[in-house]
């Protein structure tokens, strides 16, 4: 990562995102403080001279004028001081108003067309999102502001006080010195390290090592289980020391870097100003009289506070590459972040296959795209089933749904049962065939595990929707409260403290109550398809048929994966996968499924009792041998 042409494209780009027009705030904050910018230069040029002036007033003895001076001294902080506060204040301001633009403009993109899905499970471009978007965002916007305040200011400072001291010492002397900084300059940006692609990689270090951490919190309870503290120890240490090793190679490289810029900057640059502030002192300045003791204190005093002023502005200036180089850093992350979301959102997705079939047998499906229509039916004509990771589970899926009917899913698990409504829900792409679906609002699901939002527990019933979604479909608390009596869970309401109580439903709740809160949700939006996946596996086989009897009622179509033959009733059709990569879409008879089942299972007991008959069967015959042979044993004699 360097200071080149990308780089400058890139923040051109995230520039447009942060200030995206002349009439925007954060132009006008950044015209506010470049004002300031400017009256704090022209501040210091007149301090410069307001030394000079009282410097001069004590070498002639002259107690007035010293006076006068230091009054005017005085006066002149009271702006000085309030600039500065503004200064820091505005460079904070912007900072703020920057990362607020960007942010909301990453979640925009974040949050739609389900780019988040896809970042985390369908490309493996970029491993740790919630990093790029909380820490490297707020860092750019830090750089970005700092830098403009580092930059802007010496620029315009370098470029006033050279004109003033041009007109002091002359232009020759001032040229020669220019000259000597610009070859200093350029050495110094030659051995300056690539500190852009250093920052980079530790804010990747950094999003790995806060990964680990947030990886070990969400499988604690597994951990625990099974002893691996020692392991996940060994992993948290092994990210945290490949951190702190990068860290402190950037720090060894800031040591060599360092003493380099304070040589240049504080020592050269200040001998060769000193030399050029001694110019009035050894050789005759129009307008400055040989004994004048006072005019030449005042030149020096002035020449040099104005030197060192430069000096100090062009040592940010040179400063600040390294503060570019690490703004570059940072540009890169976070671009790379918005290119990542573009490319998701048209469907370019990159990620490292771990299919267990070879790359032959499923380049030709991979490689494919099929056709999504949005249509009141569901209907899957020759449509593959692959996984994120590359397995084809189903080369070929027909089937279809209307309204009206129910459709029952089954089969082993891993064939492809969820896949499906993954693909439904625009989750997963489709890699060949036609898919018509509904619009989005049109289908439900809910899974075996509910999602509970952070918020109320009314929010928990109307999610997505908010309070004035649901205001405006006319539905009140106690129409919700009739929607948890069908489920049986209303009592919930006054033994939490009311809809208004804010929790951690997903703590507060048991397994059972979350599924009846989850149909509860279903009901609440009667939507024309219900995806039903295993989500009734918590609660009674009662509470079942109440959730089932009311969602048909309701004419939600339903699509159900589950093995409980209890359910077999609700649905009129099924489609069954074998495991082996075929499947059955067929007419589903629930009676006379129930039969052959109680039939399977009654001779899948028997079957099971043969070896017990067959052993039983053995030993009678060989008792019944031994009698035989007492028998004849016994005639003998």
Known sequence: IQVDTIFFERLKRLLKIVIPGIRSKELWLLIIHSSFLVFRTILSVYVAALDGRIVSALVRGNGKDFLTGIVWWMTVAIPATYTNSMLTYMQNKLAIQFRTRLTQHIHKKYLSDMTFYAIGNLDDRIKNADQCITVDTRKFCDSLSELYSNLAKPILDVFIYYLQLANNVGGEGLFA????????????????????????????????????????????????????????KAILDRNYFALIKHINRIFRKRIFHGMMEDFIIKYLWGALGLILCSVPVFFTVPGIKKGDLGARAEGFITNRRLLLSSSDAFGRIMYSYKEIAELAGYTARVSELLDTFDAVKAGRFEKRLVSSASTEENAAVLSGRGEVIENESIKFVDVPIVSPNGDVLLKSLSFYVKPGMHLLIVGP???????????????????????????????????????????????????????????????????????????????????????????????????????????????????????????????????????????????????????????????????????????????????RRLKLQEEKQHLEQKLVEV?????????????????????NLNKTF
Not at 611 to 631: H, I, W, Y
Request: glycine letters at 8%.
């Open 177 to 232: 010195l220019s000259f000597m900084v610009h070859i200093s300059s350029v050495i110094l940006r030659a051995l300056t390290p690539p500190f852009g692609k250093m920052v980079a990689e530790e804010q990747r270090l950094e999003g790995e090592f806060r990964f680990t951490h947030s990886r070990l919190i969400e499988n604690a309870e597994e951990i625990a289980l099974y002893s691996g503290h020692e392991v996940e």
């Open 413 to 591: 698990n891993g064939c492809g049962k969820s896949s499906l409504f993954r693909i439904l829900g625009g989750l997963w792409p489709v890699y060949g065939g036609t898919v018509q679906r509904p619009n989005p609002k049109d289908i439900f699901y809910i899974p075996q595990r509910p999602y509970l939002s952070l918020g109320t527990l009314r929010d928990q019933i109307i999610y997505p929707h908010t309070v004035e979604d649901m205001k405006r479909r006319g539905i009140t608390d106690d129409d919700l409260l009739e929607i948890l009596k069908i489920v049986q869970i209303n009592t919930i309401v006054e033994r939490e403290g009311g809809w208004d109580k804010e929790r951690e439903w997903k703590d507060a709740l048991s397994g059972g109550d979350k599924q009846r809160i989850a149909m509860a949700r279903l009901f609440y939006h009667q939507p024309k398809y219900a995806i039903l996946d295993e989500c009734t596996s918590a609660v009674g086989l009662d509470i079942e048929k109440i959730m089932y009897t009311h969602a048909t009622n309701l004419g939600i179509s339903l699509l159900t994966v589950s093995h409980r033959p209890s359910l077999w009733k609700y649905h009129n059709y099924i489609l069954q996968y074998d495991g082996q990569g075929g499947y059955v879409f067929t007419k589903l008879d629930a009676e």
């Open 611 to 631: 070896p017990k008959l067959q052993d039983r069967l053995n030993d009678l015959k060989a008792m019944l041998a031994e009698r035989d042979s007492g028998d």
